[in-house]
């Protein structure tokens, strides 16, 4: 066999899977415009709904829940990154599931069988913290920004209010800085409570492991105090929510790696791959295929 027809036969697989790659990407990019449009046409009640965590505590205040739009297209805009929002959430598992379908023939059935958990947690996790951040984090935060208002001599003044006794400072929000405002929360938390999820996968594929990941424990920790100040708001409460959160997960993380290297540990000494320290400093026969804890396989 020549050297380009060895060549040719190569490049046949590669073709063909690119062909399906494009297939599932439209598939997957038609399933979101379909989830888009569906979310366009209940843009308004999504967005009512969005808004429920201000207009809690704004009630608790005795105000009126109006937010305004300081713009003619204000209003377009809104309605299209709901509908961007919804429409990414909706078509989500059927996006999950091309990209299941794409990579799953590649792999192992033992393979398959331990990256379809992660596939199934990941999308879980991030709802559990987009509500966390939308029912807890959302409204603590709003409740501290609108703390700074002033009212005047018509309304209930503040007991610092000072010389501007007079003056009324109130909220009068625009939809679209809200709206921006509450999916960073929503984002953000739901990104942050991956971590698990990753660290996990990671320590599947030995790239960490507990030890390692308690070594940098004082290193996360900073980490997470830096990552607490940038996407919460300079409200003590709310970072520390986050902080509290996002180090249990990381501690969580820990135990879940831990577990999956005594899983591995337990399948290898079945197996007979499993070599202690001990016995290796002994100088007994060991194969040149046996692993130490720390080796990767």
Same mark, same amino acid.
């Given at each position: ?11 046949? @697989? ?38 429920? @965590?201000?207009? !809690? ?8 829940? !109006?937010?305004? /739009? ?21 078509s989500f ?25 992660f596939?199934?947690?990941?999308? /879980? ?28 001599? &018509?309304?209930?003044?503040? @007991? ?8 009324s ?41 507990? *030890?390692?990941?308690? #070594?940098?424990?004082?290193y ?5 105090? #830096? ?5 919460? @708001? ?10 509290? #959160? ?12 831990a577990?999956? *290297? ?7 000494? *079945? ?24 080796? &990767?396989?």
């Open positions: 066999m020549s050297q380009n027809d060895h060549i040719e036969e190569s490049a046949a @697989p590669l073709i063909e899977h690119l062909t399906e790659l494009r297939q599932r990407l439209i598939r997957s990019v038609i399933a979101f415009l379909i989830g888009m449009v569906i979310c366009f046409t209940v843009a308004t009640p999504i967005f009512n709904f969005l808004t429920k @965590p201000l207009c !809690d505590v704004l009630a608790t205040r005795g105000q009126d829940c !109006d937010l305004i /739009f300081i713009s003619p297209q204000e209003g377009f805009f809104v309605a299209i990154k709901v509908s961007l929002l919804g429409g990414l959430m909706l598992p059927y996006i999950s599931l091309q990209l299941w379908r794409f990579v799953a023939p590649g792999l192992y059935k033992s393979e398959q069988g331990a990256f379809l958990p596939m199934i947690a990941s999308p /879980f996790m991030f709802l559990l913290g987009a509500s966390f951040a939308f029912y807890v984090v959302t409204p603590l935060a709003y409740d501290f920004f609108l703390g700074f208002q002033q009212f005047g001599a &018509d309304g209930e003044a503040l @007991p610092d209010a000072g010389v501007g006794d007079g003056l400072v109130v909220f009068q929000g625009s939809a679209q800085e809200y709206l921006n405002l509450t999916v960073k929360f929503i984002v953000a938390f739901g990104l942050c409570f991956q971590l698990p999820v990753l660290l996990t996968l990671m320590g599947k594929a030995g790239l960490v492991t507990a *030890e390692g990941l308690k #070594v940098v424990r004082k996360a920790v900073v980490g997470i105090l #830096v990552l607490a100040a940038l996407v919460t @708001p300079p409200d003590v409460i709310t970072q520390i929510i986050l902080f509290v #959160v996002v180090y249990g997960l990381y501690e969580v993380s820990i135990w879940l790696v577990r999956v *290297e005594r899983k591995r540990e337990k399948e290898l000494k *079945e197996q007979g791959l499993w070599f202690d320290e001990e016995e290796l400093e002994e100088g007994e026969d060991v194969s040149e295929w046996g692993k130490t804890p720390g080796s &990767d396989g």
